[in-house]
């Protein structure tokens, strides 16, 4: 795999978990004014985004797996570490959903 291949999956990874994080930033918005229905919607929403970045992760382990040589360059590094931290932040935002509606 080239270095420009392997660049614009790491733009890939990077644009769709940016998105997906957004939607996770509006679902705590709608978690602090109340509007639980709608915060539980945007974390739905936001897979979508994960899904995308997944895929796009996916095809270069497949690539790997099947002998292709990748040379990991820092804009992956970093494009590993947004996918991975917003997943942490939705899985936050599911738990602080529910802890909103208890406290409600």
């Known amino acids: ?6 660049q614009m ?6 644009l769709n978990s940016g ?3 957004s939607i996770v ?3 705590f918005d709608a978690m602090r004014q109340g ?4 915060a539980g919607q945007k974390l739905e929403e936001a897979n979508e985004g994960f899904l995308l970045a997944h ?8 690539e790997y ?5 990748i040379n990991v360059e820092i804009i992956m590094v970093h494009a590993q570490d ?17 802890l909103y509606k208890k406290i409600k």
């Open 1 to 6: 795999m080239n270095s420009d291949e392997l």
């Open 9 to 14: 999956a790491a733009f890939e990874i990077i």
């Open 19 to 21: 998105n997906a994080r």
């Open 25 to 27: 930033h509006e679902a």
């Open 35 to 38: 509007d639980y229905d709608l």
């Open 55 to 62: 895929n796009a992760q996916t095809h270069l382990l497949q």
């Open 65 to 69: 797996a099947s002998g292709t040589e």
């Open 82 to 98: 947004h996918l991975m931290t917003t997943m942490t932040l939705r899985e936050v935002a599911l738990e602080m959903l529910e």
